[in-house]
């Protein structure tokens, strides 16, 4: 997904740039040259390095992506006072970016050619900044040159206010997004937490929980959130399945998941900020009965919870960002089981992350990663297949990553991620049963994206 630059400014430039913001009318967001037109903000006036967000780029987001350098763009109220103003954009909020990329693993693929080069990998459009006053958006669109089609991508439209409570500041809002933990301001989660770049064509782990990225763009969701005294934020959304590119009403048919009701997820985090301090810790999760392939009959049921906690110190023009976040899944696969392709009983996963990263100045980035994911056994669910198989039946999954960014311009990156697998589908040596081992999965990956 997108990245932002680095904030590397000192304290009295980054609170500078805060202030700015909030003044203006704020909004946080990707570094898309959408929102720097709209704000008059450099990417790294709301990024450390894109797409990590500083507080000042938070507090864009949860104001609906709306900041505007002035109020010049929207048209003066007609005479008629009866009726309210037609507020239109001097400029769409228009911004794309360009991929390209080099993926290569430790060994090839069984029948196919290492080190793949793609040109495009992919190339997005995004409809990103404010609508109105109160109302903005970050839809993406992209196009896969897997695929060789466009396909809809990350998608959140929300609708903010900013009152008083007590003598504080409450922000309050509604949003409609299409990918849980998509609407988070923080750098942990799933939808916008590290790796922040991935190759399509490299193996990865069989086994994810719902929130680690299963429902991507197949669900829709509403909700609301708050932040009470830039402290204290919680929020709800519900979810629905909806399948793009297949019938409605839905018939299930194809679908891994086809929620049973709605699947709410929920999040509550605690902010402490600083001038050179930034903390939080929180807590997050997520209900779904799903029926496999169908609309009717048995369900899976699946309820994910977890913390997790983000810690960016200012360094004179740097920062240090530290992260971790922790899911546990608990399921219970009766359709699955009852189709044959799970065992009977109660499952569970347990997924960690965490990464160290460095932001030197607004150009270059360093980060180090550490990912596990564990669980039950089930020989079943993880049969054993070449390359994507497990020869156990374990989910266990284990590695380490690094990742170097350089910004030489703000809208362009060049980026280097290697992956190292110590365990991969539950084993170390001949993990699939067809003699892959899991350091035969380690990738070296160059992306060059070009935003504009």
């Known amino acids: 997904m997108i990245k932002y630059l680095p904030l590397r400014t000192g304290s009295v430039v980054a609170i500078a740039a805060l202030s700015i913001l909030i003044g203006a009318s704020t909004r946080s967001a990707m570094a898309l040259p959408s929102y ?41 109220a007609p005479p008629d006072k009866r009726r309210p103003a037609l507020e239109l954009l001097q400029t769409l909020p228009l911004g794309a970016w360009f991929e390209t990329s080099m993926t290569s693993t430790k060994k090839a693929q069984p029948g196919s050619q290492n080190s793949s ?36 991508d990350n998608t959140d439209i929300r609708f903010a206010k900013k009152t008083k409570v007590q003598g504080k500041d409450l922000i309050y809002g509604l949003m409609m997004n299409n990918n849980p933990t998509l609407e988070d ?51 709800v959304t519900l979810y629905r399945s909806d399948h793009i590119g297949s019938p409605q009403p839905n018939v299930g048919t194809g679908a891994n998941y086809n929620i049973s009701g709605l699947a709410p997820y929920w999040r509550v985090a605690y902010q402490e900020s600083g001038r050179t301090n930034v ?53 219970t ?18 997924t960690a992350n965490a990464n160290v990263e460095y932001h030197y100045g607004n150009r270059i980035s360093g980060t180090v990663g550490w990912f596990l994911t564990s669980g039950t056994a089930d020989s079943t669910l993880y049969a054993p297949a070449s390359v994507s198989g497990s020869a156990n ?42 003699g892959r081992n899991a350091s035969d999965n380690d990738t070296s990956y160059l992306l060059i994206r070009y935003i504009f």
């Open 36 to 76: 720097a037109r709209q704000t008059g903000l450099a990417c790294s006036g709301c990024h450390y390095t894109p797409p990590e967000l500083n507080p000042a780029g938070r507090l864009f987001k949860l104001l609906a992506y709306t900041q505007k350098l002035d109020k010049s763009t929207v048209p003066a």
């Open 117 to 152: 080069f793609e040109f495009p990998q992919d190339i997005s459009l995004f409809l990103a900044g404010a609508w109105s006053d109160n109302l903005g958006s970050f839809l993406q669109v992209t196009y896969n040159a897997q695929d060789d089609h466009f396909g809809m």
């Open 185 to 235: 301001v923080w750098m942990t989660l799933p939808a916008w937490g590290y790796p922040f770049i991935a190759p399509d064509s490299a193996p990865t782990p069989a086994a994810s929980a719902i929130l680690q990225g299963p429902l991507a763009q197949d669900v829709a969701g509403f909700g609301g959130y708050t932040m009470y005294d830039n402290h204290l934020y919680g929020a």
């Open 279 to 331: 903390f939080e810790a929180g807590l997050y999760g997520m209900h779904m009965s799903s029926f496999p392939g169908a609309v009717t009959g048995p369900t899976d049921d699946y309820t994910d919870f977890g913390p997790d906690f983000e810690y960016d110190r200012t360094i004179g023009r740097d920062v240090l960002s530290v992260r971790g976040s922790y899911l546990r899944e608990n399921s």
């Open 333 to 350: 696969l009766n359709a699955s089981a009852a189709a044959g392709t799970a065992s009977p009983g109660n499952h569970h996963l347990n």
């Open 393 to 434: 039946g374990s989910p266990r999954s284990e590695g380490i990553s690094g990742n170097f960014s350089y910004w030489p311009v703000q809208n362009v990156d060049i980026a280097f991620q290697y992956n190292s697998y110590s365990r991969f589908n539950g084993g170390s040596t001949n993990y699939d049963g067809s």
